[in-house]
């Protein structure tokens, strides 16, 4: 009997061990792909430094080539249906939109709208940032570049840090990417 209540009690942390482990594999698949959205990845490719290093354009010119949609509010280089483009976020009149640059001609495409969800959420809080600044976000991947010579610029994004507007520029070489902070004001 006493065999039995300990071939039980396994059997039992088997299973919550089990369900922990299930939870934990959960939790950073969530993890991962909220990192991703964020870090310049999309559903099918991380970009670095070494995917760069054929592209005409660089995330400066696709900020540059944007500005005709409005105030560029932010910019990252991603994988989209296995093709890599440049989507840049514009404000305009209290309205926001994503303007997808070619990477070979530096042509900004159509602007469209951002008018819901995550999307919409972070084209406030970025505009909201970029209101503040006095330097432009292009200002502010030549001084990530500046410091970080044979870097790449991959993205960057603003916010507001201790009430000071700052841009994290990620930038990468190969294989290796950081992120720079940069103050805006």
């Not at 570049?145 to 990620?170: C, E, M, Q, R, W």
């Amino acid at each position: 009997m006493k065999n039995k209540g300990i071939v039980l009690a396994a059997a039992m942390a088997a299973t919550a061990a089990t369900g922990a482990l299930t939870g934990l594999v959960f939790a950073q698949a969530a993890h991962d792909e909220k990192a991703e959205k964020h870090e310049g990845y999309q559903d099918d490719g991380k970009v670095n430094g070494e995917t760069l290093e054929n592209v005409k354009v660089k995330l400066d010119g696709g900020l540059a080539a944007s500005s005709k949609a409005g105030k560029p509010i932010s910019a990252k280089f991603e994988k989209h249906e296995g093709k890599l483009q440049l989507s840049v976020y514009t404000a305009k009149a209290g309205k926001f939109s994503e303007v997808v640059v070619d990477t070979k001609s530096g042509k900004a495409g159509k602007a469209e709208m951002i008018s819901s969800g995550e999307d919409l959420t972070a084209a406030k809080a970025q505009s909201e940032a970029m209101s503040k600044a006095k330097l432009t976000l292009g200002s502010a991947v030549r001084k990530a570049l500046d410091a970080n010579k044979g870097f790449a610029a991959i993205s960057v994004y603003p916010s507001i840090k201790d009430g000071h507007p700052v841009a994290a520029v990620t930038i990468g070489r190969e294989e290796n990417l950081k992120t720079v902070s940069i103050m805006l004001d």
